[in-house]
Antibody, heavy 120, light 106 residues
Framework: EVQLVESGGGLVQPGGSLRLSCAAS????????MNWVRQAPGKGLEWISY????????YYADSVKGRFTISRDNAENSLYLQMSSLRAEDTAIYYC?????????????WGQGTLVTVSS | SYELTQPLSVSVALGQTARLTCGGN??????VHWYQQKAGQAPVLVIY???TRPSGIPERISGSNSGNTATLTISRAQAADEADYYC?????????FGTGTKVTVL
């Protein structure tokens, strides 16, 4: 069974940093590209970052470019999101999601999410 | 940047049909995916590549895509169909989500 489990969320002050993790199991993690998607309270889904299976291709949404860094450790079956210069508008539930090929493929499995709250 | 427009809400009577639209410029040329999100839960893929259902998704849920509109159809609506629904496409190296439609079953 495919499982994605996010962790690392919490309360952080504006301007602070946080690192999210996504532990994958039940599939060959190194064969799949992965994404981070977030959802602010009461709002819709917002895609924020993509990593190809070998990390050679990485994309970011304009809203996080230059502040967030996606990475992965295929040996550890883990995906990460390093977030810095956090703002109040970054407050959201952050989901990791597996992507099915090809490039415009669907996100077929999602984790349960981890809540990040940016507030003083 | 590419935009996807969905109606804010749709109401459907129990057992009737709901049609959820997703509007985008020439969206018919793209592969559209649909996600269902129930309150307090993570999104679940219900339709991919315009009309294909993942295993476990009932045949009552179907999709189509043509011109400037993609449509998710929920036939014989049940209480369990109450949720937010999001369309999604891939455009210019980014994923784009629609604004989401809240479906209420009366």
């Amino acid at each position: 069974e495919v499982q994605l489990v996010e962790s690392g969320g919490g309360l952080v002050q504006p301007g602070g940093s946080l690192r999210l993790s996504c532990a994958a199991s039940g599939f060959n993690f190194s064969n799949y590209s992965m994404n981070w998607v977030r959802q602010a309270p009461g709002k819709g889904l917002e895609w924020i970052s993509y990593s190809s299976s070998s990390s050679t291709i990485i994309y970011y949404a304009d809203s996080v470019k230059g502040r967030f860094t996606i990475s992965r450790d295929n040996a550890e079956n883990s995906l990460y999101l390093q977030m810095s210069s956090l703002r109040a508008e970054d407050t959201a539930i952050y989901y990791c999601a597996r992507k099915i090929p090809p490039e415009d493929g669907q996100l077929d499995h999602w984790g349960q999410g981890t809540l990040v709250t940016v507030s003083s | 940047s590419y935009e996807l427009t969905q109606p804010l809400s749709v109401s459907v009577a129990l057992g009737q049909t709901a049609r959820l639209t997703c509007g985008g410029n020439n969206i018919g040329s793209k592969n559209v995916h649909w996600y269902q999100q129930k309150a307090g839960q993570a999104p679940v893929l219900v339709i991919y590549r315009d009309y294909t259902r993942p295993s476990g998704i009932p045949e009552r849920i179907s999709g189509s895509n043509s011109g400037n509109t993609a449509t998710l159809t929920i036939s014989r609506a049940q209480a369990a169909d109450e949720a937010d629904y999001y369309c999604q496409v891939w455009d210019s190296s980014t994923y784009v989500f629609g604004t989401g439609t809240k479906v209420t079953v009366l």
